[in-house]
């Protein structure tokens, strides 16, 4: 699994979230959940991916470390796994919030 792999399959999962929540206009808290959820939890594949991406290593997370807290260097990959991708849900919304614009003024 790589980090890309990991960013589609959240950015499916908040499209299926968006589908089941029609009106729904502020996602906070599912796309927490699936950023949350779709951080690997074991340590092989946490370091994996950071040698897939060195920055995930040596970047100091925004959020400071991950699980317990403790900078461990699993704990700020896990961290930076996870801005990663909220991030990048962060982006796929406001890609539905436009594709559902442009639905509106085609409709109009």
């Known amino acids: 699994m790589n980090?890309?792999?990991?960013v589609q399959d959240a950015v499916e999962e908040l499209r299926d979230w968006h589908a089941d929540n029609p009106g729904?206009?502020?996602p906070h808290d599912a796309i927490h959940e699936i950023a949350d959820s779709a951080v690997p939890v074991y340590t092989g594949d946490l370091l994996r991916?950071?040698?897939e991406n060195i920055a995930l290593a040596v970047d100091e997370p925004e959020l400071g470390p991950a699980f317990d807290g403790?900078?461990?260097p699993v704990n700020i990959i896990a961290a930076n796994v996870y801005e990663h991708i909220e991030q990048a849900l962060w982006d796929a919304w406001q890609e539905v919030c436009?594709?559902?614009?442009?639905?509106d003024d085609d409709a109009a």
């Not at 436009?98 to 639905?103: R, S």
């Open 3 to 6: 980090l890309l792999q990991i």
């Open 24 to 26: 729904e206009d502020e």
């Open 49 to 51: 991916l950071a040698a």
């Open 70 to 72: 403790t900078p461990t």
């Open 98 to 103: 436009d594709e559902e614009e442009d639905e």
